[in-house]
């Protein structure tokens, strides 16, 4: 029998609203020791998620100088992201999920195929 997501998942996701700030969601990651948050709508829907990773990018991006057009599309990405002051405008999107009954071997392959921590 193989592992199920459900048997090694954490029981609580801490959860941040599209409008929190560069702050609130560094508090809540650092109040609940987490690497990331998953941002959520109006309605509770997870739509992203901020990751430690998407918040270093402000003090890594240091080429915000730089042509665009040489630049590739994630590239771009990152330095609109590094501007973002808002979970809404920090967030990967849309945000990668799984069920509690899918296999640990299968959720791991999604992760590296997605480039998930």
């Known amino acids: 029998m193989s592992l199920e997501v459900n048997d090694i998942m954490g029981r609580v996701a801490i959860a941040v609203l599209k409008e929190a700030s560069f702050t609130e969601i560094v508090e809540a990651m650092e109040r609940f020791a987490v690497g990331g948050v998953t941002v959520i709508d109006a309605y509770r829907r997870p739509v992203g998620v901020v990751s430690e990773d998407d ?8 080429a915000r100088h730089s042509v665009p057009i040489f630049e590739s599309r994630r590239r771009q990405q ?4 590094a501007a973002g002051v808002t ?12 069920t509690p009954g ?3 071997r299968d959720a791991a392959r999604l992760m590296h195929a997605k480039r998930v921590k």
């Open 55 to 62: 918040l270093l990018l402000k003090e890594v991006d240091t």
């Open 102 to 104: 899918t296999s640990v």
């Open 78 to 81: 990152e330095h609109r992201k």
């Open 87 to 98: 979970a809404a405008q920090l967030m990967t999107s849309p945000a990668i999920t799984v």
